[in-house]
C-alpha cells in the first residue's frame, strides 16, 4: 500500500459555493456561457433546481412500453402540431413555457429548403430566422465547439449539425419549421434539449444584439473548450509502479475535505501485445467516504472504449502516447482512496499524478460515479419488425444529476446496429423525459456508420470498418444539458439495427450523487477480465 503526503505542494483555493455563483444571479448567455466551463458546478446540486427535457422527432406511434408501437423507427418530421400566421404554415418542433433556456440543438436532413423560426415570449415575431433546415446558416458565427457540423455534414446533400450556444428566455419558447420541400417530402429529424427552471428565477431573454456583446466571451468559451488543462503546475505524482497479475496497487490520499480535480493515468503492459486486454482489464476503483462510487476498466473511464485510441473532450482526453487525462472533478468530505487492480494476466505499470484543491463540503455537494456494466452477444433486431428489445445502461435510485456515458461496442454484424432511440426515464416520468431519434444521433452525428469524430462533448475516436463490424466506441458528455433526478434515473436504449443480429456492448456511465444513491451496475471481476476478439 502506498500512501500520499506532503500536500503543501497543493495550492489552496477558497471556494465560495455555488449557490452564490450560479443560483442567486440573472440566468443570461453570458451567465450560462461562463456555467459551461465551470466544472466544479457539477459537484453541487443545481440551485436553481432545473428540470431537463427533449423534444424530438421520435415516433408518434410510441405510446407506452406495453403497447404496439413503442420501437416505431419512423423518427423523422414528427411535430407538435402546426399554427398558421401570415399566410405561411409553421410545423411546430417545440412550445413550452419559461424560464427556460435551449441547451442543445441537434438536427439533420437531405435537401434543407424552408425556414426555421425561434420565437421567445410569445412575441410576434421571430427572434432568430434561419433559411434552411441547417443550423449552420444561421449566421451565428459561431466555431466548431459551440455549433458543429456532423461528421456526415455535407453543405447541400445529406448532414446535420449542433448548436450548443445557450439561448435563454423568460416566459415561452416556441421553435417551429416552415417546409419548402413539399414535393419531395424530405425527413426532418431533430432532438432539442432545453431547462425549465422554477417561476421565481430570474431569466433574460436571449436577443441577437447580445452576441455582439458577447463576442469575446464566446471565443473564450471556445477555446477553452477546445483546449482544457492537461496538467497544472501544482499536479504531484502520487504512484508509478508494476502491478503483478491479479495484485492491487491502493493510494489513501490526504484527509479532510479536498476535491481531485485532475488525474493524468497511463497503464502500460509489460509486453505491447497485450496492451489493449491489459486497459481492458485493469480496474480504477475509487472510494469516497467509505463508499465505493468508481469501478470500471480503465479504457472505458477514459471514454476511449477498446484500445485506448486518442480521445479528446472537455472532460477527459486520451493521448496518442497512451495520457489519459480526466478532468472530472472528484470532491470527498473526510477520506478518499483509489485503487488499481490487474485483473490481466500480464504484469503492468502504473503512473498516476493528480491535483488536489481544498473543497468546501455544504449540503448540496455531491460525490462522482464512474459505473461500468457489460453485454454480451446482445440481440438486435431488424428495425422494420415489432419484434424488439432494450439494453438498460443504468438505472439510479437516489438523488443526483447525469453526466453522460460511453459505449464501446464490438459488433458481430457486417452491418449497422444502432437504429435504436434513447429513453431517458427521471423521477415519476409517465413518459420518457429523453425519447431520441437512433443511437448514433444521441451520440452528436447522423446518418451511420459512423467514422471517426471529437468534439468537445460527443466523440467517436474508435471504428474498426466502414460497415461497422467489430469494435465501435460512442462517447457523450453532458454540460448545460446535464439532467438532475430526485428520486431516479434510468437510461435504456433501444436494440434495432438494419438486421437481426447480435453485438458486445460495455457501458459507462458518468454521474453525480448524493450519499445514499445506488445504481443496477455493481462491478463483477469476471467480466472485465474478457479475452478480446482478434
Known amino acids: ?50 428540470s431537463t427535457h427533449q423534444a424530438s422527432s421520435y415516433d408518434r406511434a410510441s405510446v407506452a412500453p406495453d403497447k404496439a408501437g413503442w420501437y416505431g423507427n419512423a423518427d423523422f418530421s414528427q411535430y407538435k402540431g402546426s399554427i398558421q400566421k401570415n399566410g405561411r404554415t409553421e410545423q411546430v418542433m417545440l412550445d413550452v413555457d419559461g424560464p427556460g433556456v435551449l441547451v442543445r440543438f441537434w438536427l439533420t436532413t437531405f435537401k434543407r429548403n424552408g425556414v426555421f423560426r425561434i420565437y421567445f415570449d410569445n412575441r410576434d415575431s421571430a427572434s432568430l430566422q434561419i433559411a434552411g433546415y441547417d443550423l449552420l446558416k444561421s449566421g451565428l458565427n459561431l466555431g466548431p465547439a459551440l455549433l458543429n457540423p456532423h461528421s456526415s455534414y455535407q453543405p447541400t446533400e445529406k448532414g446535420g449539425s449542433t448548436l450548443y450556444l445557450p439561448l435563454p428566455y423568460a416566459k415561452h419558447c416556441r421553435v417551429t419549421w416552415e417546409e419548402k420541400d413539399l414535393k419531395d417530402k424530405q425527413p426532418r429529424y431533430y432532438q432539442i434539449n432545453y431547462r425549465t427552471y422554477l417561476p421565481k428565477v430570474k431569466v433574460k431573454t436571449f436577443d ?44 489513501q490520499m490526504p484527509k479532510g475535505s479536498w476535491a481531485i480535480d485532475l488525474m493524468k493515468l497511463k497503464i502500460v503492459a509489460q ?127 437516489g438523488k443526483g444529476v447525469y453526466l453522460g456515458n460511453s459505449m464501446s461496442v464490438f459488433n458481430h454484424m457486417h452491418t449497422w446496429y444502432g437504429e435504436g432511440d434513447q429513453k431517458i426515464w427521471v423521477d415519476e416520468d409517465k413518459f420518457p423525459s429523453e425519447f431520441g431519434t437512433g443511437t448514433e444521433d444521441y451520440y452528436n452525428t447522423s446518418w451511420a456508420p459512423v467514422v471517426l469524430y471529437q468534439t468537445p462533448f460527443a466523440n467517436a475516436p474508435r471504428a474498426d470498418h466502414e460497415d461497422s463490424y467489430g469494435y465501435n466506441t460512442f462517447t457523450r458528455t453532458r454540460n448545460l444539458d446535464r439532467i438532475p433526478f430526485k428520486k431516479l434515473f434510468k437510461m435504456d436504449m433501444e436494440m434495432l439495427g438494419w438486421q437481426n443480429g447480435s453485438a458486445d456492448f460495455a457501458i459507462t456511465t458518468y454521474w453525480y450523487g448524493f450519499a445514499g444513491a445506488t445504481d443496477n451496475t455493481a462491478g463483477v471481476a469476471e467480466e472485465a477480465k474478457i479475452i478480446l476478439p482478434n
Open 1 to 50: 500500500m502506498m500512501k500520499f503526503f506532503n500536500p503543501v505542494v497543493i495550492t489552496v483555493v477558497l471556494l465560495l459555493m455555488v449557490g452564490k455563483t450560479f443560483g442567486q444571479a440573472e440566468v443570461s448567455l453570458s451567465s450560462l456561457l461562463k456555467e459551461m466551463t465551470a466544472r466544479k458546478a457539477n459537484t453541487y446540486w443545481p440551485a436553481q433546481n432545473f
Open 208 to 251: 441577437i444584439k447580445q452576441l455582439a456583446i458577447a463576442t469575446k466571451q464566446i471565443a473564450t468559451t471556445e477555446q477553452q473548450l477546445w483546449k482544457p488543462p492537461t496538467q497544472r503546475a501544482n499536479s504531484q505524482r502520487i504512484l508509478k509502479q508494476t502491478i503483478l497479475p491479479g495484485k492491487t496497487a491502493v493510494i
Open 271 to 397: 509486453h505491447a501485445a497485450v496492451q489493449d486486454q491489459v486497459l481492458r482489464s485493469t480496474l480504477i476503483k475509487i472510494v469516497f467516504d467509505g463508499v465505493q462510487t468508481v469501478w470500471c476498466p480503465v479504457g472505458d473511464f477514459s471514454g476511449s472504449g477498446v484500445g485506448g485510441k486518442p480521445l479528446q473532450s472537455w472532460y477527459r482526453t486520451v493521448k496518442s502516447d497512451g495520457d489519459i487525462i480526466s478532468r472530472w472533478v472528484m470532491p470527498y468530505q473526510k477520506t478518499a482512496e483509489i485503487s488499481f487492480i490487474n485483473l490481466s494476466d500480464a504484469p503492468l505499470t502504473v503512473d498516476l499524478t493528480t491535483e488536489l484543491n481544498t473543497y468546501q463540503w455544504t449540503g448540496s455537494s455531491m460525490y462522482f460515479h464512474a459505473s461500468w456494466k457489460q453485454k454480451r452477444n446482445e440481440a438486435i433486431f431488424k428495425w422494420d419488425r415489432p419484434q424488439a428489445a432494450e439494453l438498460n445502461f443504468i438505472t439510479i435510485q
